[in-house]
RNA sequence: UGGGGAGUCGCCAAGCUGGUCUAAGGCAGCGGAUUUUGAUUCCGCCAUUCGAGGGUUCGAAUCCUUCCUCCCCAGCCA
């Protein structure tokens, strides 16, 4: 019979820049021919596979060498919301070419956060999709050999500084390694000799041979391999040379047959070596034999898509500020509730649904941006706002005593658990002649407008009388009440007398104290560390506060990680590390 | 001074195969209504203007052109 709401019907553009591109991919039938058979392979290994069931492909890849925080966020949903609107799949792909730097604490970590934010890397196939770039050391290690076979890569054997030299400046070009025209098969012997750990650290490296005097940096004979004596967290001692992002990135999305990937503006103009080299090993090639040999990678080849990152103002999310707060103590952790981590925000008390919304709601786009924190926080409110049970808890207790309500009599006083939703049922606050109030809600001499608890003012006791302040006592901190019976909540004649206060209280019998934590942003300034200042000074030295509340019986079980608003509060967490209930 | 990007309301952001744009939507803000949370919900208001100038056109945020501003790039990091 009734019609949905206007404010439903017309929702919001989603249309973002990507998702043009993948309908205008879609609608081309670009995708459509590519084979899979659930294991990422080279054209020949997907040869006899069937079509790929995915219509898109896309994958987060972070790199497990820290936490995930909000920026993460924001690709995360991007990349699984794509896959899952379009009918395709979003694979985890763990970054791991760098064994100096990657631990199997953060691959847990990330693994969890994903999972958190409740997206799934199983794809419309049934395949799980977890795989890391370490998956493909040996695909890499074959495919360099064959670029050295097709003369478009070689060893250099100058030293890191060496080749900084000749690497040239913005404005001018660069000049040829003296190895740059090593023969091929010295290249190859070489190459296999680094493979082959005959070599120290940083003694060669292979090349790309592209062009030294390009005016993109990148295509500048870009490093593919390093040699590194180190072991790695996933494959252990078994390598000694370690391929280079912008080597491994690329194969490992066409190995994986992902269609679009997604990555944030600093990589724009890496996006022609991306291409460089998904297509070298994508074309056939007839070698000096005159044999021609099919190319290696399935086409069509992936495409790199860059966006702008997330930038929230009050918060930091680089890397380097992160562990400067984590190690110069300023906050208790990688998952204080402070900290723009997802761990942190979990015990911040912040939601899955929350930080979808917020993806949604800040779109993505190309153009540098700074999204105010406060809506960061308001998609965290509109979603407690409806899944939160309210509760009543006392944070900063002032004792009030209603002089004449008997002493020894307790009534019970229903509260809903929350406003509009009645199928949530009601519970029981006991009144008692003594009860805990907000401090902040009496006020001997009242400011003007103040329509809380004064003197000769009446308000009403949420859920229960109204009181008229005759009084304070000093010496016992005592703020003094009458009520009248006749206007209990819910009775008739309850309205007869109107206030404009509401206030909220506890029993002193019924009630209990507990530590909460009052979390507020870690920064005073919208930009911390801007330019290149120090951050310390910017930190907000209220961030957290901790007092001993009042809380309501009912709250006494309360589960790790479960919600509630304090009325007129806001919202609160069982912190899932360390709540001991008293 | 090289290359690659971006500039639409306080903050995001649609639109950019030219007319339906005197520019969508969200957030914030401002009014007002409901309300036992100074909350929520609801209703209304909120860019004659699209970085600036010039041009093309009957008509431009959308096309051309000049200029301005901001961001990224010289790791064997990602």
Do not use: L, Q, Y
């Given at each position: 019979m009734s019609a949905p709401s206007p404010r439903k019907q017309h929702e919001a553009s989603h249309s973002n820049f990507i998702r043009q591109i993948i309908e205008a991919d879609l609608m081309a039938g670009k995708y459509a021919r590519r084979k899979w058979n659930g294991k990422p392979g080279s054209a020949f290994s997907l040869h006899n596979a069937p079509t790929d069931p995915a219509k898109i492909r896309t994958r987060f890849p972070p790199e497990p060498n820290g936490y995930l925080h909000y920026g993460h966020a924001k690709a995360i949903c991007l990349n699984f919301g794509l896959a899952r609107d379009y009918g395709g799949g979003c694979h985890l792909r763990?970054?791991?070419?760098?064994?100096a730097k990657e631990e199997t604490e953060y691959v847990d970590s990330i693994r969890e956060a994903v999972k958190w934010l409740g997206?799934?890397?199983?794809?419309p196939g049934g395949n799980r999709n977890e795989y890391y770039a370490s998956d493909y050391f040996e695909y890499l290690y074959q495919f360099a050999e064959e670029l050295v076979r097709r003369g478009h890569a070689y060893v250099d054997s100058l030293s890191a500084e060496q080749m900084r030299a000749l690497r040239g400046t913005l404005t001018e070009p660069g000049k040829n390694s003296p190895y740059r025209e090593r023969p091929v098969e010295e290249n190859l012997k070489l190459f296999r000799e680094m493979h082959l750990g005959r070599f120290a650290d940083g003694e060669h490296v292979l090349r790309a041979k592209i062009d030294m005097a390009s005016p993109n940096i990148n295509l500048r004979d870009p490093a593919m391999y390093r040699i590194r004596h180190a072991a790695h967290?996933?494959?252990?001692?078994?390598?000694?040379i370690y391929p280079t992002y912008d080597w491994a990135h690329g194969v490992s999305d066409a190995l994986e047959n992902i269609t679009h990937s997604l990555c944030t503006l600093e990589f724009e103009d890496h996006r022609p070596l991306y291409e460089w080299f998904n297509e070298r090993l994508a074309e056939d090639w007839t070698g000096y034999d005159g044999v021609k040999r099919p190319g290696l990678l399935q086409q069509p080849l992936p495409r790199q898509i860059e966006f702008a990152r997330l930038n929230v103002t009050y918060v930091v999310l680089s890397k380097r500020k992160l562990i400067q707060l984590v190690e110069e103590r300023?906050?208790?952790?990688?998952?204080?509730?402070?900290?723009?981590t997802l761990v942190g925000a979990r015990r911040r008390g912040f939601t899955p649904e929350g930080f979808r919304l917020f993806a949604e709601r800040i779109g993505v786009a190309k153009a540098d941006s700074w999204i105010e924190f406060s809506i960061l926080e308001d998609c965290m409110r509109e979603h407690l706002n409806e899944a939160a049970p309210r509760r009543v808890a006392v944070l900063d207790p002032l004792k009030l005593v209603i002089e004449n309500y008997p002493e020894g009599k307790e009534e019970e006083c229903e509260a809903p658990n929350h406003p509009h939703k009645p199928e949530w049922g009601r519970r029981k606050l006991r009144l008692s002649r003594e009860l805990w109030i907000e401090?902040?809600?009496?006020?001997?001499?009242?400011?003007?407008g103040y329509f809380r608890l004064f003197p000769g003012n009446r308000v009403r006791l949420r859920y229960g009388y109204i009181v008229e302040c005759i009084g304070y006592d000093k010496t016992t901190d005592t703020v003094r009440c009458t009520y009248d019976?006749?206007?209990?909540?819910?009775?008739?004649?309850?309205?007869k007398v109107k206030v404009k206060g509401n206030i909220h209280w506890v029993s002193a019998k019924d009630s209990f104290a507990a530590e909460v934590r009052l979390y507020d942003r870690l920064f005073k300034v919208p930009h911390p560390g801007a330019g290149d200042s120090e951050l310390v000074p910017d930190l907000n030295p209220d961030s957290k506060k901790l007092v001993t509340a009042q809380l309501e019986a009912a709250l006494k079980g309360a589960r790790p990680e479960e919600q509630f608003q304090f009325e007129r509060h806001g919202y609160f967490t069982a912190d899932r590390v360390d709540s001991t209930a008293r």
């Open positions: 763990f970054d791991d070419t760098n064994p997206f799934s890397w199983e794809d967290h996933r494959t252990g001692d078994h390598w000694c300023h906050v208790d952790g990688w998952d204080d509730p402070r900290m723009p401090r902040e809600d009496f006020s001997e001499s009242p400011p003007k019976p006749d206007t209990r909540s819910g009775t008739p004649g309850a309205e």
